[in-house]
């Protein structure tokens, strides 16, 4: 056993080692690639917040993205090179199943899935909140800081409704909050505008609360009310990558919510979540396709398992953003189109790994 454990760390080293390789050298070209495209942007800024904000986020953010590229890329590329070397056939010829063989790769996958999942769910999304605010910032500002006709289900029978808000000035105007009981209006609050403070504190001025029991109605009016709405600014002001700044648990919590106040424009929010997981299955999915391409000697040499690696990992990203497409146009759930390229790429990896097996 002591032989298998030591070319099992052999392999592990090999393969976390070529990744991580991998990842550097697609971030340095990358770094070229956007000091070239947002040079006049980075002129502007200032130094200190384009290294600290800008670069030191912006690179765990992308080699998450393309995670799944990096461990394809490093399969394909070591294990071709184990094979060219014949350090394959000497492995297997010891007794060695094929499946005994691949336990390292799995091992090494496992260490990929969990930091993956670890930095997209707890580490990045905090991250991304200095990333996305010098992009709005200094490069091209993708805030969204108005709404207007704003309607939605602020609490169990409790419906608000703004016909404008101006998120600079921390403002809406001509505002109203109704609550019904047993589908009966029993209150309505009206205000001319609503101030927001802080979490759930708002502040509305020139109001009239107008209270109704059976027939009877009471009035009440003032200048100014100190109230507490559960509703905050982001619930209905959705940027393009607010999505990107929540954590997990942060992320699946707004979703519910949203939900639940009847909030349809959420796609992109619930693409995110499963995508995260998605994600993570992907690191042992192309480990196995990787593995079963690449471990027999090919005509051609390791150029030959490369090119169809390349292919095949494009593809894979290619596909994942495909059917992102379809849930936010709604011809599929988020879940369903998250998770399609897993299935269709498990089924990949079991016929690989069968035909690799049995050679």
Known sequence: MKPFKILDGYIIKKF?????????LI???????DVNEKLDSFLKAPLKATIFDYFVNFLPYFA???????????VIFFTSKLADNSEIIAMLSTG?????FMRPYLI??????????MLSAYIIPPANVKRIDYTNTY????????????QLQVAKGQIAYMSRYDNTQKTGYKFSLETFKDKKLVSRLTAQTIRWDTLYNWQVRDYMIRDFDGTRETIRRGARLDTVIPIEPR??????????TMTSPALQEYISRQKARGVANIKSFEIENHRRYAMTAAAFILTIIGMSLSSRKVKGGMGINIGIGLVLSFSYILFM????????????????????????YTIIAVILYYKASHQ
């Open 16 to 24: 976390l080692g070529t990744y991580v390789f991998a990842i550097v």
């Open 27 to 33: 971030l340095a070209i990358t770094i070229m690639f």
């Open 108 to 117: 090494s996958a496992a260490i990929i899935a969990l930091a993956t999942y």
């Open 235 to 244: 619930d209905f002001l959705i940027s393009k990558n607010d999505h990107e």
């Open 139 to 150: 490069v091209k500002n993708k805030r969204v800081d108005y709404g207007t006709n704003i």
């Open 321 to 344: 953003t495909v059917t992102s497409t379809f849930a936010v146009s709604g011809y599929t759930s988020p879940m369903i189109a998250m998770w399609i390229p897993n299935i269709l």
């Open 64 to 74: 998450n993205q393309f995670s799944p590229l990096f461990t394809f890329i490093a």
């Open 96 to 100: 060695m199943s094929y499946r005994r």
